[in-house]
């Protein structure tokens, strides 16, 4: 399983790769903020990749801290493309400043746990096969991690509801798919935290909505617009 598990989250890096080099045709801010969140993705993704496969905690501990900093950074990067797509760009100046002070914080905390174990500890689990897999227990410190994430997605998911009020309902299908992946992906976070699964597996639905929002977002146009061209 662990192989498959790595097999998983390598071809999800392949697949975000390609995205990201298919959002260089388009040369605007709206390109470039959903081309860092697919970065910061595939990252998340190689990192998860390297953990299934690992068989030492010391090394576990130091790709989860690359993990965990690398998910904080996507959810903001997130929040600022759906300001962007949205086109709320009054909010950006504000999500910025707070944004980057938080992370900043946050990431130093999770990066010092390579040497004092402070906002999460290694746990290992053995499963029926035998395979041995790595857990990541946050402390107290850490859970204010996990709080500011699920905070950011929660960011992102406001921002696109309120688009969605103001906006005719012919616009609705673009911003619903963001919309659907995030809650999606928050549950699933709660079920692995929940349930202590050996392996996160919620990247995968970013590895199927990340092509998809890219496309939505910078080459999809309702056929009713076209029809009035």
Known sequence: MKTVYAGIFFSIAVMLAATALLTLKKKNRLSRAIRKVLLTAIVSAIATACISLSTSAEFCRIAYSIYSVSVGWGLLLLAHFCLLYTKQLYKLKLLKRVGIIALSLDSLAILANCFFNNAFVIEQKVMANGDI????????????????????????????????????????????????????????????IIKDTPVNLSLVSFGIAGPLITYFSLFYRPRLIIDRM
Not at 143 to 163: D, E, Q, T
């Open 133 to 192: 897999f790595f857990l990541e227990v946050f402390t107290p410190q850490g859970k204010l991690h996990v709080a500011l994430c699920f905070g950011l997605a929660l960011a992102s998911a406001i921002i696109l509801v309120i688009k969605i009020a103001k906006t005719p309902t012919i616009y609705w299908g673009k911003y619903l798919l963001a919309l659907a992946f995030i809650t999606f992906s928050t549950v699933w976070n709660i079920i692995f």
